[in-house]
């Protein structure tokens, strides 16, 4: 019997997404480069549904025709050698998905060499980790509609369900699939960093023990602010270290790894002139905490404030910083789902925003109960908004909790903590309201140093000005 579908890199996340799919049902072929791997993944195997090869000839034969084979290997150029290793064994119409987290840009130049030698290609974001690909991702595929729907029984299948409705969508054409999970990265480091600094206002200003923290996250968890990463940091502030006895936190180092994507996000919004500030601060903020004993000397050289920190009502200032973190969220998903219309717009992707907030309702790290909200949001407008903060839910939102924002920052500032991502949402939110801003100051300034023209507010056209 031929088997349904081939998984080739046998990691975490691929031997999860092939024992997720046997486990829906599916007879899967399995190829590593490394045996060892191949046999870990056997072991854990228990209903007979996945077929170890260890000849990558072998493991192709295998696959039914059109040969379905779902890449879960190291984003770059393995993704590229593999594929060079597969085509001599491959047919027209045979299909290939990238479920790694490729560059979208690579995507699309992969899909256009195989195209033309009649492979298809696919670009399958997947979101969750390890437990989200074992139990069911959030998926986010890209290539031809048509060669989607060839295998969108299986990756329905083992997508994540929420009210009975899967976290895979038909996302667009060619890269469009890991853009859209490109950008998700983003606003998961938003989302992280804003986190990060509730929760330094709650310890640091607030002086509150972890475990009482630990019970506001989780009270926050069964509210509006309901979401994975709120959840997984009440967990985290809980768990003692076993060496120490201390709080597990306590004895992390304080120097933040990423893995690229976040990068990507926000170069790609610097090349197509998309604010994505607080993504971007958030980026910044791994970076600094990599200085880590720079900053411990600068600690012991460089002054703070001077006036001392007076004590702060603690029930009021725990509701400001709800506000603020909220707030916050706001933000981050307005830029990021804005990076998303504009670059839709720039390629003529025609992106289903409404859609992609819905899958990421379940299996993914940003799974958020707001994400239904936003998806109304583009619902109700048609896709029709330029931005999230405009849609009406917001707009009363915003209202509302903008002053606990503002109370948030401006602590922050005169207690000398540094709110990066906290920050910058709230200036975007004041640059975006802003209906007359200080760049015809900027533009006065470039047509007098570089006579690079400005516009009029009366008449149309270019203008320049002997300003001497």
């Known amino acids: 019997m031929k088997h349904t579908i081939g998984v080739i890199g046998l990691g975490v996340m691929g031997s999860s997404i092939a024992l997720n799919m046997a486990s829906k049902g599916e007879e899967v072929a399995v190829y590593n480069y490394t045996r060892d791997l191949t046999d870990q993944l056997l072991q854990k195997s228990e209903n007979g549904q996945i077929h170890p090869y260890y000849e990558l000839q072998d493991f192709v034969q295998s696959l039914q025709s059109p040969r379905k084979i779902f890449l879960m290997v190291t984003a770059g150029e393995v993704v590229d050698t593999v594929i060079s290793s597969l085509i001599p064994h491959l047919s027209s119409g045979d299909i290939i998905m990238d479920g790694g987290n490729s560059n979208y840009e690579d995507t699309a130049r992969r899909f256009d060499e195989l195209q033309a030698i009649g492979i298809d290609y696919l670009g399958i974001g997947v979101s969750g980790g390890e437990e989200g690909a074992l139990k069911g991702p959030s998926l986010m595929p890209g290539g031809v509609e048509e060669v989607y729907e060839k295998v969108a029984p299986i990756l329905t299948k083992i997508a994540a369900q929420v009210e009975g409705v899967p976290c895979c969508v038909y996302i667009g054409p060619k890269g469009a699939g890991h853009f859209v999970k490109m950008v998700h990265n983003g606003i998961e480091y938003a989302d992280m960093q804003l986190i990060a600094e509730a929760y330094t206002f709650l310890r640091e200003r607030l002086q509150l023990p972890l475990n009482e923290i630990a019970d506001i996250f989780e009270t926050w968890n069964k509210g509006e602010l309901k979401s994975y990463l709120i959840e997984i940091t009440a967990d985290i502030l809980r768990k003692m270290d076993d060496k120490t006895g201390l709080p597990l936190v306590d004895v992390i180092l304080d120097k933040t790894g990423q893995n690229g994507t976040g990068k990507w996000t926000s170069i790609q919004a610097i090349d197509n002139g998309i604010p994505v500030s607080i993504i971007t601060e958030s980026l910044f903020a791994r970076y600094i905490s990599h200085a880590k004993e720079e900053r411990v000397f600068a600690a012991s050289v460089l002054a703070g404030p001077a006036t001392g920190n007076e004590e702060l009502d603690k029930e009021v200032w725990i509701e400001n910083v709800r506000q603020a973190l909220y707030m916050g969220k706001i933000c981050a998903y307005a830029q990021g789902f804005t990076q998303y219309k504009m670059t839709s717009e720039l390629n003529d992707w025609n992106l289903p925003l409404k859609d992609i907030a819905l899958i990421f309702r379940g299996g993914c790290i940003i799974r958020a109960e707001f994400l239904n909200t936003i998806s109304e949001a583009y619902e109700d407008a048609q896709t ?47 640059s975006y309201r802003t209906g007359q801003s200080s760049a015809n100051l900027l533009q006065a300034q470039r047509d007098y140093f570089g006579a690079h023209t400005y516009e009029r507010i009366d008449k149309k056209g270019a203008f320049h000005t002997k300003w001497k």
């Open 384 to 430: 029709g908004i330029a931005n999230l903060l405009v849609a009406p839910y917001f707009v009363e939102k915003t209202k509302d909790y903008q002053t606990g924002l503002r109370k948030v920052v401006a602590e922050s500032v005169m207690s000398g903590m540094s709110f990066p991502s906290l920050s910058a949402s709230l200036t975007y939110y004041d």
